[in-house]
């Protein structure tokens, strides 16, 4: 799997590249500032579908807010972002973004958790809309990017069944993805940035395999790991804050 590695680092590379050529240009950005830095959180429902730790957790239920008869686990994924981006014209910025989050797999067995932890390298190009009225940051935009993915595959014991839990195994797997995203954002102060978005991204299933599963596991559930990437990442909500940054000309 090394070569889907070499890949994703090449291609990681050459998107920086070509931001920084286009850097040398430039865009007005806004008052004067091209470099923008954000912080933000993305969530989604996660409806019978196993979070961290999920045999360690008992969780709400879909019947606890709407009525009885419905015995479904009302359940939400958390997503936590930093970026930053560059602003090349008018209407686009390109940027680098770094992300975390944490989620769960089925479990063969109400002992054990299995759990995918997840940090990404992001590299994106963010395109605004003119027709909108937009100027880079500001304003309606479509975000197109590509990142690596590591993700880190474990299965550890209940802390309900056992007094002294331990982790049985761990293996990290790096995997290319494609990122989408589209939302607005908005100026306050000239340096203060808020923007609401709706992302999803798309795990290929490359650098992945199951030499990280216990024999006995193998045997009794297939390899879920990238069919829960996939329904973690589909769809997803996000709000972020951020500064614009006044740079050296």
Known sequence: MKKYNILIILGLIFGLSISQ??????????????????????????????RYNENNKDGYRLDDVVGDGIEVPLTFNFNYQLSAHYALDRLRTAGLGLSYSRTGFTSPDASINANISSTN????????????????????????????????????QSSLVYEDPEKLTSQTYVSPAVN?????????????????????SFALPYGMDEESKYAWLQSEIPDTMFGRLLSYYSFRFKFAVGLAVKTKK
Do not use: C, H
């Open 121 to 156: 390298l992001n590299f994106f190009i963010r395109q605004y809309y003119l027709s909108s009225g937009s100027i880079a940051p500001v304003g309606r935009y479509a975000q197109y990017g590509i990142s690596a993915m590591f993700n880190n595959r474990s299965f550890s």
């Open 21 to 50: 050529s286009f850097a040398q240009k430039g865009g007005p950005g806004l008052y004067g500032k091209k470099l923008f830095v954000e912080f933000g959180m993305s969530t989604s429902a996660s409806v019978q579908l196993p």
């Open 180 to 200: 989408l995203e589209f939302g607005r954002e908005t100026v306050i102060n000239d340096i203060l940035l808020y923007s609401f978005a709706f992302q999803s």
